[in-house]
């Protein structure tokens, strides 16, 4: 990865925050600081311009090439570096996870203003780390992270995989309109909101182990039958505890 060229800016024209990527997240992030009227710059690489000053650097890049682009582009920098991985920990710069996901579509004040952000432990105050957001946070010891992201992504990236999967199974299988599906979702999630600690429904739920044979059985030669059995073995063991 080569080194950016550096440039210099009068402190009165340093902004507030800079940008630096052009993914979803980068989108999201500018999108929001600009419904707030916060003063924000953006960088990204393919830009001829080299990178600016600025109080903080919010690095929202691919995690794999965080530290290399912080160490070769920003070492000399002072201004606060951050990042937002929900796994990465690295004395490079500060983590502050925004503890959601991102679609392709933008979202309103409102939505954006809710979103929790997990911080490093040893995060300077909120309103010093990220200034003119007021966003509900809390701190994370940084040896917890992985496994804290590892939780996230289970319950929000894996289930969109099984939801994706009926949606697939009603339309080429069953010759069901997928939209046949979305009540379920809507209800699963209120339940979810409602009473998490009470949301589980069905066999499981039951102890119905007639009909989870047959749904295994069902789903012989599937893809996904090892993670129906997986479920089955997981919920066992934590129910056993």
């Known amino acids: 990865m080569g080194q950016v060229p550096k440039t210099q800016v009068p402190e009165a024209q340093t902004p507030d925050y ?3 990527g052009n993914g979803r997240l980068a989108r999201h992030i500018l999108h929001y600081f600009s419904l707030l009227n916060i003063q924000a710059a953006h960088w990204y690489r393919g830009m001829e311009s080299a990178i600016p000053e600025a109080k ?5 890049i691919s995690d794999n090439a965080i530290e290399e682009f912080i160490a070769e582009n920003l070492r000399d920098k002072t201004g606060i570096k951050i990042h937002c991985s929900g796994a990465l920990t690295t004395p490079l710069a500060v983590g502050a996870h925004p503890l959601t ?3 392709l579509d933008l979202y309103t004040s409102e939505k954006y203003k809710e979103i929790f952000f997990i911080l490093d432990e040893n ?3 909120f ?4 200034p003119g957001l007021s ?3 809390a701190r994370l010891d940084p040896a917890l992270k992985a496994k804290y992201h590892a939780h996230c992504v289970m319950a929000a990236n894996y289930s969109c995989l099984l939801w994706q999967k009926l949606f697939r199974g009603f339309e080429n299988e069953f010759r069901l309109p997928p939209e046949a599906a979305f009540p379920l979702l809507q209800q699963q999630t209120e339940n ?4 998490w600690k009470n949301a589980l429904t069905g ?3 039951r102890g119905d182990t007639a009909t989870i044979s047959r749904n295994l059985d069902a789903l012989e030669g599937d893809a996904y039958r090892n993670i129906y059995q997986t479920f089955v073995d997981s919920y066992g063991k934590e129910t056993s505890c």
Do not use: G, K, Q
């Open 101 to 103: 996901t991102f679609s």
């Open 203 to 205: 066999p499981l739920a």
């Open 127 to 130: 309103a010093e780390l990220l």
């Open 135 to 137: 966003n509900p946070h």
């Open 192 to 195: 979810i909101l409602r009473d």
């Open 56 to 60: 903080r650097y919010l690095v929202l």
């Open 18 to 20: 800079l940008i630096i």
């Open 123 to 125: 995060a300077p105050d």
